[in-house]
């Protein structure tokens, strides 16, 4: 076979060679490309849709590769998996959707949900939470307990009035 390229007038070095050239550009262009290319991170995400209140368990969660960015440092990275199990749900979780760390109670998420924390403790008309409400001190739950997407419902009750009744 090479006889027969040889007798066609093709030079076989110049053949090598640009093989050769062919195959460092395309070797190249691959390095070039994965350089380019962000950095990954493998990160938590829901392994079927998680309700408000849903205990997590380790058959709840798999893991996804993400590209780094600024909205990364949002997620639960994998290695946080033993921290998040046995965690709330305090949002609505989809399937296939990154684990937030502000939508979950538990070591590897970032402060606390009163809506999620009650819950757990639901009735068959809704919550009741007692807040007290005197002049003496005034006992309400700290700001960061209400997060964006928090519904809350007051019903206000008046436990003694400041004056008397007076019939006559």
Excluded at 5 to 29: D, Q
Excluded at 58 to 71: L, M, P
Excluded at 72 to 80: D, G, V
């Amino acid at each position: 076979m090479f006889k027969r390229i040889a007798s066609s007038g093709i030079n076989l070095l110049v053949l090598v060679i640009s093989i050769a050239v062919f195959a460092c550009a395309f070797l190249g262009m691959i390095t070039l490309s994965k350089a380019q290319r962000p950095a990954t991170i493998n990160v938590l995400v829901a392994g079927r849709d998680l309700n408000i209140g849903e205990t997590i368990t380790q058959a709840d969660i798999t893991e996804k590769s993400v590209y780094k960015d600024e909205n990364t440092a949002l997620y639960i990275p994998a290695e946080q998996i033993t921290d998040v199990t046995g965690g709330i749900a305090a949002l609505p979780i989809a399937q296939g959707q990154p684990i937030m760390r502000n939508a979950i109670l538990s070591p590897a998420g970032e402060g606390t949900r009163l809506s999620a924390v009650l819950a757990r403790y639901q009735q068959e008309d809704g919550i009741l939470f007692p807040l007290l409400l005197d002049s003496q001190k005034v006992i309400a739950p700290d700001i960061t307990t209400f997060l964006p997407g928090d519904l809350i419902g007051i019903t206000v009750v008046i436990d003694t009035r400041p004056q008397t009744w007076e019939t006559t």
